[in-house]
């Protein structure tokens, strides 16, 4: 049994900030690639942002210099800092983990939401 949970999302004004986590926990011989993503209403669902098991880090290019992914080893928990908030960065944001049982499978978390208006 494999569990994604995220948290930190919420209402914020344009141009605020938000921290997101989430966290792996269960039964796996190792955790690889944390990956962001982002589903706006209406809209297909992005790749935000993704680091490996080695620190590699990728951006999705709507937030390049805005969102900073990092990620904690110890505890299986990946952050997402996300800073200048845009009205279009409105979404359910979900956390895919990619770990090792047995194979390498994807576990997803249930979503946070994310929505910046004024």
């Known amino acids: 049994q494999v569990n994604v949970v995220e948290s930190g999302g919420g209402s914020v004004q344009p141009g605020g900030s938000l921290t997101l986590s989430c966290t792996a926990s269960?039964?796996?011989?190792?955790?690889?690639?944390m990956t962001w993503y982002r589903q706006a209403p209406g809209k297909q669902r992005e790749l935000v942002a993704r680091?490996?098991?080695?620190?590699?880090?990728k951006y999705g290019d709507s937030v390049k210099g805005r969102f900073t992914i990092s990620r904690q080893y110890a505890n299986n928990t990946v952050y997402l800092q996300i800073n200048s908030l845009k009205p279009e960065d409105t979404a359910v944001y979900s956390c895919?983990?990619?770990?090792?049982?047995?194979?390498?499978?994807?576990?997803w978390g249930q979503g946070t939401q994310v929505t910046v208006s004024s």
């Open positions: 895919n983990a990619r770990v090792l049982v047995v194979t390498y499978n994807d576990y």
């Open positions: 269960g039964s796996f011989s190792r955790l690889d690639a």
């Open positions: 680091i490996t098991s080695s620190g590699s880090r």
